[in-house]
């Protein structure tokens, strides 16, 4: 089970004391896949009791759906709290602008002379490109599961085909492995 004290101080302990070296930071990143790990693990197994006696009720002719039921039930599936997570849109911002300015500074490097310094700064770009683009692909992937766990429920998620919907998407979660974040 994940505690959170012990959690904040290795991280905190870890980080203060990290040089200029890369295994500090290596140390650092170890730790931090431990306690998403732990994160994750923790979530499911508070979770996956109440995801499995909700799943059924759903499935049962008449079951309402309460607002209750769609915040945990998004939570659980999708990752986020609310549908829309200013968060997430703020950082694909940052990231689709930080790959449009490498772009744009690749594109500049095209009418240079072939040279070691103008390969360098090819490598240096495409490396930003490379840093930024895995952060795209899983803030879209993100917001796309919302979006559709928001269309499937629609405004107020009581008819019996909101209640059907959101019963075929917890089952599907259910019944596969666990995402890469709670």
Same mark, same amino acid.
């Given at each position: 089970?994940?505690?959170f004290?012990s959690?904040?101080?290795e991280l905190e302990?870890l980080y203060?004391?990290?040089g200029?070296?890369?295994e500090?930071?290596r140390?650092f990143?170890?730790?931090l896949?431990?306690?998403?790990?732990e994160?994750?693990a923790t979530?499911e197994?508070m979770?996956r009791?109440?995801?499995?006696?909700?799943?059924a009720?759903l499935?049962?002719?008449?079951a309402e759906v309460?607002?209750?039921d *769609?915040?945990?039930?998004?939570?659980?599936?999708?990752?986020e709290?609310?549908?829309?997570? =200013?968060?997430?849109d703020?950082a694909l911002l940052?990231? =689709?602008g930080?790959?449009?300015?490498?772009?744009?500074?690749l594109?500049? *490097?095209?009418?240079e002379?072939?040279s070691?310094g103008?390969?360098d700064r *090819?490598r240096q770009?495409l490396?930003?490109?490379?840093? *930024?683009?895995?952060?795209?692909?899983?803030?879209?992937?993100?917001?796309d599961?919302?979006?559709?766990?928001?269309?499937?429920l629609g405004?107020t998620?009581t008819?019996?085909?909101?209640?059907?919907?959101l019963?075929?998407?917890?089952?599907?979660?259910l019944?596969?492995?666990p995402?890469?974040?709670?």
């Amino acid at each position: 089970m994940l505690n959170f004290s012990s959690l904040y101080s290795e991280l905190e302990s870890l980080y203060s004391h990290a040089g200029r070296d890369p295994e500090s930071f290596r140390r650092f990143a170890g730790a931090l896949e431990r306690a998403q790990a732990e994160l994750r693990a923790t979530f499911e197994e508070m979770t996956r009791d109440f995801a499995e006696r909700t799943l059924a009720r759903l499935r049962r002719e008449g079951a309402e759906v309460t607002e209750e039921d *769609v915040r945990l039930l998004r939570s659980w599936i999708t990752g986020e709290a609310t549908g829309g997570d =200013l968060r997430n849109d703020d950082a694909l911002l940052d990231r =689709l602008g930080e790959l449009q300015g490498a772009l744009e500074e690749l594109g500049d *490097v095209r009418h240079e002379p072939l040279s070691l310094g103008s390969l360098d700064r *090819v490598r240096q770009l495409l490396r930003r490109c490379a840093r *930024v683009t895995p952060d795209i692909v899983n803030t879209l992937e993100r917001m796309d599961l919302v979006r559709r766990f928001d269309e499937a429920l629609g405004e107020t998620p009581t008819a019996p085909t909101d209640r059907a919907a959101l019963a075929d998407m917890l089952g599907e979660r259910l019944h596969r492995n666990p995402r890469s974040e709670p």
